[in-house]
T-cell receptor, first 114, second 115 residues
Framework: AQSVAQPEDQVNVAEGNPLTVKCTYS??????LFWYVQYPNRGLQFLLK??????LVKGSYGFEAEFNKSQTSFHLKKPSALVSDSALYFC????????????FGAGTRLFVKA | SAVISQKPSRDICQRGTSLTIQCQVD?????MFWYRQQPGQSLTLIAT?????????ESGFVIDKFPISRPNLTFSTLTVSNMSPEDSSIYLC????????????FGPGTRLTVT
C-alpha cells in the first residue's frame, strides 16, 4: 500500500534562510511524487513533480525537491525563504502502475518569520 | 492547467439536511475527484467521478451518503446527505488528465459547517 510521511507538523525558519520540508514515501513500485501548497482559505496549488529522469526537480516560486530512491525521500527545499512562503505544504505519491489515485501526506505548516 | 470553480464557497447547514456542491472546470477532463479536508489536516479521497460511469468510492464512503453526478466532462456535483456535525469539513473538487499530465488541480473548496 502507498503511504506518505511528513515527519514535521511545523517548520519555522527566518526569512532569507534556506528551508527544507521533509517527505518520505512508501510504494510497491516506482513512484510519481508531488508537492502541493495550500494558502489560507484556498485550494491546493501544484508546486512541482518528479516523474522520471533528473533527481533534482525545480518548480514554482523558487522551490525544488530532490528524489532519493535509496532513502525513499522527496524533500522540498528553497535556498532563501520568504515570509510569503508561509503556508501548508503537502507531499503526495502515486504509483506509476496504480492508476490515478494519489495519497497525500498529513501536511507541514511552514512559518517564515521576518 | 485547469481552472476550477466550486459553489457554494461556504455554507452553514442544519443536521439532517443535504447540500449539493457543484464543481465546474474550464476544460474537458477525464477524471474528477472529490476530497474531504478537515481544517488544517490532510486530504481524504471520497470518490473518483468518471463521465459515463458510476463513481468509485473509497473505503469508508458510500453512495447513499455522498451521491455524485458527472453529466459531462466539465461538471460534477457532490451531495452530502443527511448531514451531521461530523460532516463539517472542507470539500475539494480536483481534476486530472491521464496520459497528458500527472499533477492534479484543485478547486478553492467548499467550507461546510453543520449545526
Amino acid at each position: 500500500a502507498q503511504s506518505v510521511a511528513q515527519p514535521e507538523d511545523q517548520v519555522n525558519v527566518a526569512e532569507g534562510n534556506p528551508l527544507t520540508v521533509k517527505c518520505t514515501y512508501s510504494v510497491s513500485g516506482n513512484p510519481y511524487l508531488f508537492w502541493y501548497v495550500q494558502y489560507p482559505n484556498r485550494g491546493l496549488q501544484f508546486l512541482l513533480k518528479y516523474i522520471t529522469g533528473d533527481n533534482l526537480v525545480k518548480g514554482s516560486y523558487g522551490f525544488e525537491a530532490e528524489f532519493n530512491k535509496s532513502q525513499t525521500s522527496f524533500h522540498l527545499k528553497k535556498p532563501s525563504a520568504l515570509v510569503s512562503d508561509s503556508a501548508l505544504y503537502f507531499c503526495a505519491v502515486r504509483e506509476k502502475t496504480g492508476g490515478f489515485k494519489t495519497i497525500f501526506g498529513a501536511g507541514t505548516r511552514l512559518f517564515v518569520k521576518a | 492547467s485547469a481552472v476550477i470553480s466550486q459553489k457554494p464557497s461556504r455554507d452553514i447547514c442544519q443536521r439532517g439536511t443535504s447540500l449539493t456542491i457543484q464543481c465546474q472546470v474550464d476544460s474537458q477532463v477525464t477524471m474528477m475527484f472529490w476530497y474531504r479536508q478537515q481544517p488544517g489536516q490532510s486530504l481524504t479521497l471520497i470518490a473518483t467521478a468518471n463521465q459515463g460511469s458510476e463513481a468509485t468510492y473509497e473505503s469508508g464512503f458510500v453512495i447513499d451518503k455522498f451521491p455524485i453526478s458527472r453529466p459531462n466532462l466539465t461538471f460534477s456535483t457532490l451531495t452530502v446527505s443527511n448531514m451531521s456535525p461530523e460532516d463539517s469539513s472542507i470539500y475539494l473538487c480536483s481534476v486530472g488528465e491521464t496520459g497528458l499530465s500527472y499533477e492534479q488541480y484543485f478547486g478553492p473548496g467548499t467550507r461546510l459547517t453543520v449545526t
